[in-house]
């Protein structure tokens, strides 16, 4: 299948950057691309002048999607989640799709984001950011892919807030022990940038690592 589910380890950790990028890497080469976001909450302009196809549900307040749907009077169906993913599999030769927020959060009362992804038979980027406490968030992250039997791509650590004070030796170690530990490559280490042009320079070649797993995925060696 074309299509390829980027989660996070937390919010804020640069899921949305590195979707798009991930998007222009197979513009770049030639492919007609959809990005698509099952659910998006925080968003002011709510069910407004929004493509239901690239998001099916958007809510205005920031919080888990089963909380900001249920304050809206509304529950997330998957079978529109799934008929939305179909429409775009269908008109463009890869899906990009951005999680909200982690694996585990709740769509409605009885399935998780998880549970989705793994039904649609999707293959899984997974973005950590690079600070303390990464080496637990990510490990939780891919065990629970694993345990699933959902095909972990890789992982990208990334660093997306300037903000917080970083330990050099931290971010090494991060990367090496949770490549270690989970046996899922880690694809590349996303420093801080100022824009998204400077930041792209260092994604490309993370960007073909992809592509090469790609093709593992589609060939079964993965």
């Known amino acids: 299948m074309n299509a390829l589910f980027i989660t996070g380890t937390d919010t804020s ?28 909450t925080g968003v002011s302009r709510a069910g407004r002048d929004i493509d239901t196809r690239l998001t099916p549900y958007s809510f205005k307040r920031a919080a888990s999607p089963h909380l900001a749907s249920r304050l809206e009077g509304k529950t997330i169906s998957t079978a529109k989640i799934n008929r939305s993913f179909k429409t775009l599999i269908r008109n463009f030769d890869f899906v990009v799709i951005e999680g909200t927020g982690g694996l585990l959060v709740p ?26 406490g990464a080496i637990n968030h990510t490990l939780l992250t891919i065990e629970a892919l694993q345990s699933r039997d959902i095909p972990v791509l890789g992982i990208i650590f990334n660093e997306p807030r300037k ?5 050099g030796l931290v971010l090494k170690d991060n990367p090496l022990v949770v490549g270690k530990f989970s046996g899922v490559q880690v694809l590349g280490s996303l420093p801080h940038a100022s ?14 690592r992809i592509w090469a797993r790609l093709d593992k995925v589609g060939s079964g060696r993965i």
């Open 195 to 208: 824009d998204l042009n400077s930041l792209y320079k260092y994604f490309k070649p993370i960007g073909e």
């Open 163 to 167: 903000d917080i004070k970083r330990d």
């Open 107 to 132: 769509l409605n009362r009885k399935v998780l984001l998880i549970d989705v992804v793994r039904k649609l038979g999707l293959s899984v980027l997974a973005v950590a950011e690079n600070k303390l």
């Open 13 to 40: 950790v640069g899921k949305t950057v590195v979707a798009g990028m991930t998007a222009r890497c197979l513009i770049d080469k030639g492919y007609s691309v959809a990005t698509q976001k099952w659910v998006e």
